[in-house]
């Protein structure tokens, strides 16, 4: 057995949208993907005053993908043209398959726009492989008692096993394409092993706090780029820590995208973009 080195780290670009505090480290000037995690936004930590005008993300269409977005802080509303429904609260996550197309629209309950309160999000893009980039869409929302807990053995880290297996307990999210992923409270000193990554990319982000993979250290806001070669990692909390934390198989298509569409082609692209102007996209929402 052999562990993954740390290629590069990658420090997360601010790109706020409107009053919502942004931070993006993928894609960004030196890192267009990792095969097959696509796009990371890190909204927030802030606090909205009582009154506010909430999240600014409402209906817009996707096609090609899936996405992930973990409510760390706050509340969040999804609705889609498919009838999907749900506020999903702290520690929450929602899994959404775009597949062929939907809209949906992601903003914040009047709750939380007439109290106001903290808010910090994560959405991340996974790719859908050529065959599946037209499944049919679905969506889960599940609140955060209903994802199961892990404790390491140092009993120093808790591992929030959103999809795939740790443990003996298995995430309740089913990966269309065998993802693996979790959130990883970490107290100063401990640390996570994960093996079986042979031809499996890592996607490691840092939240919050600071943790080493030998010889790097990585601070919040940055994510680790690893080389390909080897079959395991080991994480080390050098101060209390929250990391994002997922791996899978590359896909290795060719990805063409334009805005809200991830496709393999062009012409692939121009037929979302027809189809979504047509209405194929499902009810009104």
């Not at 999809?163 to 307990?169: D, I, L, M």
């Not at 060719?254 to 979504?276: C, K, L, Q």
Request: charged share 20%; aromatic share 8%.
């Amino acid at each position: 057995m052999t562990y993954k080195t740390i290629r590069r780290v990658h420090a997360a670009m601010r790109d706020d949208i409107g009053d919502l505090i942004t931070q993006r480290p993928v894609p960004g000037p030196q890192l267009d993907q990792i095969d097959p995690f696509l796009f990371l936004n890190h909204h927030g930590p802030q606090v909205y005053p009582a009154g506010n005008r909430g999240l600014p993300f409402g209906p817009h269409p996707h096609r090609g993908f899936e996405t992930v977005t973990f409510i760390l802080d706050g509340l969040l509303a999804h609705r889609d043209s498919a009838g999907h429904e749900s506020i999903i609260g702290p520690g929450g996550v929602q899994w959404m398959t775009a597949g062929s197309g939907l809209v949906h629209a992601e903003v914040s309950p009047q709750e939380f726009m007439q109290r106001g309160g903290p808010l910090e999000i994560l959405q991340l893009w996974v790719n859908l492989p050529p065959a599946l980039k037209m499944t049919a869409p679905r969506y889960t929302g599940l609140q955060s008692d209903q994802i199961p807990v892990v404790e390491t053995p140092d009993g120093k880290a808790r591992l929030h096993l959103v999809a795939g297996e740790y443990g003996g307990a298995t995430g309740p999210f089913v990966s269309l394409t065998g993802v693996f992923m979790s959130t990883v409270e970490m107290q100063a000193g401990a640390r996570l092993h994960l093996g079986n990554l042979l031809q499996r990319n890592v996607f490691l982000y840092v939240v919050r706090g600071i943790v080493r993979v030998e010889p790097d250290s990585v601070t919040a806001f940055h994510l680790c780029e690893f080389e390909p070669d080897g079959d395991e990692i080991e994480i080390i909390a050098e101060r209390d820590s929250l990391i994002l934390l997922g791996h899978a198989e590359p896909i290795g298509a060719p990805v063409v995208a334009h805005g809200p569409f991830v496709m393999n082609t062009r012409e692939e692209i121009n037929e979302a973009i027809r189809d979504y102007q047509a209405g194929r996209f499902g009810a009104p929402i």
